[in-house]
Every structure is written in C-alpha cells, then in structure tokens.
C-alpha cells in the first residue's frame, strides 16, 4: 500500500522537483499538496504548487493555500534566488486547475482526524508555519502524525540566509520550535546533506536528455538557481535541497544521519533560526530527531532521473 503523505511546500524549483518526483512515484499517495509563504509570497507559491501539478498531468491533486505571514514576524522572502515568481526560468501557463475552497490548516487537521492513526507523513519542504499552526489549533492531531520529514536547518554548513540559520527555519523559527517540541516522529534533511546532492553538468544533461516536458522543465529549473549557488559556494552545481524529502521516503538507505536533540534558537541577534543540533551529544537533552548528514548523491539522482523520465 503506498504511503500516504500531505506535501507543504512553497515552490520554489526546488520544491518542484520534489512535488514531481513525488507524483512520479508509486510508493507515495500525495492526499493534497498545501502552500505556504516563504521563497515567495503566498499567491505565487499557491500558483506555483498548482502549476507544477499540471506539468506532472495530477490537476486532480488537491491543492490549499495556507498561511501567509509566519507566526509572529515579517515575512523574508528569497527571489534573489528563486527569481520573482519562485519558478523563474522558462515561461510555464496559468494553472487552470482550481485552488481548493478552504484553508490547508483545516484540510490538514481534517485529514490527519479522518485517516486511521499513524497513516499519514507530513513532508514540508518550506517554513513550518502551517504544520506549526495546525499543531496549536488541533493538539490532538500530532500523535496521529506518522512522520514528519523536513527539509530545512544546517549544523555544520551554518546559515544561508543569515551566518547561522537556514532559510526555511529563519522564515518562522517560532513555528519550527513548536514542531520540534511536539513529540512527533521527526527526520530532519539540513543543508549538510542538500548542500552533498549537487546539480553538476551530467546531471542536469541527463533530465534535459529525456526529451519530455518534464524533464525539461527541471534541467531548466535548475539552470536558473544554480547559478545562483554557483556564484555563492564556488561549487560545481547547486544543491537539490527539497528532492532529498521525498527521496528519503522513496529510498531511506541513501541517506545516514544520527538521532539527536535539536533545539530551535528564537532570542539571539546574530543566531535567530539557528538549529543548535547536539551531534556530540555533549548536552542531556532528549533526543528529538534523526538529524541527517549524508546522502548517497550518485544514487539520489539516479532514482531522480529514473521516476521524472516516467512523467
């Protein structure tokens, strides 16, 4: 029986990526994609989620808008890299498949409150705020969470939107501590290992190859942000960062990591959104997490390539 996930996402190339190899996989059962603000605001990313469901030919997909300001700040956007739209690069058409009536809060409380106990993974592969959000409003709903798999925080790459925090914690760190105190099953892909699945030129020549819109589209996606980190890290391609999530679901066996406490930084200045991850384990916190810290990058492509060239 595949595995049922909720997908929440604020695409984002990247995250598109993950959405079309999610919709390109067998194993996984997507019962609604939910967007919330974060690389942009969250007209565009609800668009953007839609658009991507279209391209994957899924405009049965259900698809929420959910919030659109983190729990208690400005929201910080990233179009310096994912250009103005989110998905800069070619042109794609209006979705035409409709936004459905109703908030993503509710349809993820609902969801989790109808389907049996433990079926249900949550993959959010953006800030926390929805899932962080449902979490308060409905507290009886976390322990029917099976998983949570998120992409998002760094230990030992640090910061890459301020010196120490991570884009997807910095946007609403208080939301990423609610789900990291929640007692949920919690597996985290920070950038130690999106920044070690890079897109170098064999790679994005592989799903430019395969002749299909789809894998047209990601060769172009990637073209267009990579040259963004290029310039950034020096490195040969850019990092996959919200693949990795679904990946993790697909083929675990590519990823090791530890289970360890990690910690949410709220009040400090100069390390607001930091994840103070006890890899040493010098504290006696309660572990929280599996916090990863590697992947198998020759194998995390070749299941990508192998399930886009299905689309």
């Not at 592989?206 to 047209?216: I, N, Y």
Request: with cysteine; glycine share 8%.
């Amino acid at each position: 029986m595949p595995r049922r996930i909720i997908i929440d996402t604020d695409p984002g190339q990247d995250d598109a990526v993950a959405i079309l190899l999610a919709l390109a996989s067998p194993e996984l059962e997507v019962l609604g994609v939910t967007a919330v603000a974060g690389n942009v605001p969250l007209d565009l990313t609800a668009r953007n989620a839609r658009i991507v469901c279209e391209l994957a030919k899924r405009p049965d997909i259900k698809v929420f808008a959910g919030c659109d300001r983190p729990l208690r700040h400005k929201l910080v956007t990233a179009e310096h890299v994912h250009g103005k739209t989110g998905l800069d690069g070619p042109q794609l058409p209006d979705p035409t498949m409709p936004l459905q009536p109703g908030h993503a809060i509710d349809f993820i409380i609902d969801t989790l409150r109808e389907e049996p106990a433990g079926s249900v993974t949550l993959c959010p592969l953006g800030p926390l705020t929805n899932i962080a959000t449902a979490f308060q409003r409905a507290p009886d709903i976390v322990e029917r969470v099976q998983q949570v798999v998120l992409m998002g925080g760094a230990y030992f790459q640090v910061g890459n939107i301020t010196p120490a925090a991570e884009f997807n914690i910095y946007v609403d760190p208080e939301a990423a501590d609610i789900v990291m105190k929640s007692g949920c099953d919690i597996v985290f892909h920070p950038l130690d290992v999106t920044h070690k699945a890079l897109t170098t030129a064999p790679r994005v020549q592989a799903f430019r190859d395969m002749g299909s819109e789809a894998g047209t589209m990601v060769a172009a996606w990637t073209d267009f942000f990579e040259r963004f980190d290029k310039e950034k890290y020096g490195s040969p391609g850019a990092p996959l960062h919200d693949p990795c999530v679904i990946a993790y679901l697909l083929k675990p066996e590519l990823f090791s990591g530890r289970r360890v406490n990690v910690e949410i930084e709220l009040r400090s200045e100069l390390t607001r959104g930091m994840t103070v991850a006890d890899w040493w384990g010098v504290t006696d916190r309660a572990p929280n997490a599996l916090f990863l810290g590697d992947v198998d990058a020759e194998g995390f492509f070749a299941l990508l390539v192998d399930r886009i060239a299905r689309l």
